[in-house]
T-cell receptor, first 115, second 115 residues
């Protein structure tokens, strides 16, 4: 049973370009979460999605960031017009149920560097 | 709202010595508690979790943690560390009342085991 798969693992973008990060949850998991880890900081919640629905986006920056989890295919975190401050590790996690007692399983992360 | 404080950003310890990584949380509601470990350039792996029942929780790799409700703490301990325990450790809480798995993470403690 494959774990949470994220790609690309490393992505370099110039300021103003777009970054797309993909996440395939574990088999049987229908809930996806995105977190951002800035250097020397902990993980900050960004968004929680189910298939075709955004459940909680309270941690998403108001501009340039968007996320989706279509009926078919991976979840995508999209960052438009990237700036240096977007450089971070972006982690996706998934869980099988909505109960808050469930463990969430993390992917290995996508490291975005904006130059 | 919930918040998590990890009091020590860096903890150096000699091999085979005991270690305690501290975690305090604040919440107006009951929470579930978790410890995750992150090895360099990897995602987070669950070490252990407290949902209910016995306040002493045993996890993988010989780690354990004790939930103390009166002190709102969930400190992680290991009686004898190995070189391979060198990693970043994150404490997290999840709101029992809230549907969905929005986890709140501390800023992490970097454990370095010295040979």
């Amino acid at each position: 049973n494959a774990g949470v798969m994220q790609n690309p693992r490393h992505l370099v973008r110039r300021r103003g370009q777009e970054a797309r990060l993909r996440c395939s949850p574990m088999k049987g998991h229908s809930h996806v979460y995105w977190y951002r880890q800035l250097p020397e900081e902990g993980l900050k919640f960004m968004v929680y999605l189910q298939k075709e629905n955004i459940i909680d986006e309270s941690g998403m920056p108001k501009e340039r960031f968007s996320a989706e989890f279509p009926k078919e295919g991976p979840s995508i975190l999209r960052i438009q017009q990237v700036v240096r401050g977007d450089s971070a590790a972006y982690f996706c996690a998934s869980s099988p149920q909505r109960s808050s007692g469930n463990t969430i399983y993390f992917g290995e992360g996508s490291w975005l560097t904006v130059v | 709202a919930q918040s998590v404080t990890q009091l020590d950003s860096q903890v150096p310890v000699f091999e085979e010595a005991p270690v305690e990584l501290r975690c305090n949380y604040s919440s107006s509601v009951s929470v579930y508690l978790f410890w995750y470990v992150q090895y360099p350039n990897q995602g987070l792996q669950l070490l252990l979790k407290y949902l209910s029942g016995s306040t002493l929780v045993k996890g993988i790799n010989g780690f354990e943690a004790e939930f103390n409700k009166s002190q709102t703490s969930f400190h992680l301990r290991k009686p004898s560390v190995h070189i391979s325990d060198t990693a970043e450790y994150f404490c997290a809480v999840s709101d029992q009342q809230r549907t969905g798995n929005q986890f709140y993470f501390g800023t992490g403690t970097s454990l370095t085991v010295i040979p």
